[in-house]
């Protein structure tokens, strides 16, 4: 079992900065790639961005790319989410998830986290 705490989430304005945080206990968190996925009210859950075990390979949405960085800190079993530029169709609950591979797909993640809101407003 791999537990997921996401943390860092909150309001902030168009245009501004939010460092999102998933912190990983249970299993060896390096055995895993992991993603950031976010689900805005009335919507499907989609794919944000994942990083590989190493963290030497990552990808990314089309709507976040170039504005969101994913990393990881395998000494301290941390993913972090660095999101700027936000805008407000960025709202929704944004969750870690750790999988096998670092696949887009949610199907492919076996651990979630509970999720941390985000609002941007306008």
């Known amino acids: 079992q791999v537990q997921l705490v996401e943390s860092g989430g909150g309001l902030v304005q168009a245009g501004g900065s939010l460092r999102l945080s998933c912190a990983a206990s249970?299993?060896?968190?390096?055995?895993?790639?992991m993603g950031w996925f976010r689900q805005a009210p009335g919507k499907e859950r989609e794919f944000v961005s994942a990083?590989?075990?190493?963290?030497?390979?990552?990808n990314y949405a089309t709507s976040v790319k170039g504005r969101f960085t994913i990393s990881r800190d395998n000494a301290n079993n941390m993913v972090y989410l660095q999101m700027n530029r936000l805008k407000p169709e960025d709202t929704a609950v944004y969750y870690c998830?750790?999988?096998?591979?670092?696949?887009?797909?949610?199907?492919?993640?076996?651990?979630w986290g509970q999720g941390t809101q985000v609002t941007v407003s306008s």
């Open positions: 998830a750790a999988g096998y591979t670092s696949s887009r797909h949610p199907n492919e993640y076996a651990y």
């Open positions: 249970g299993r060896t968190f390096s055995n895993y790639a």
């Open positions: 990083i590989t075990r190493s963290g030497g390979s990552t």
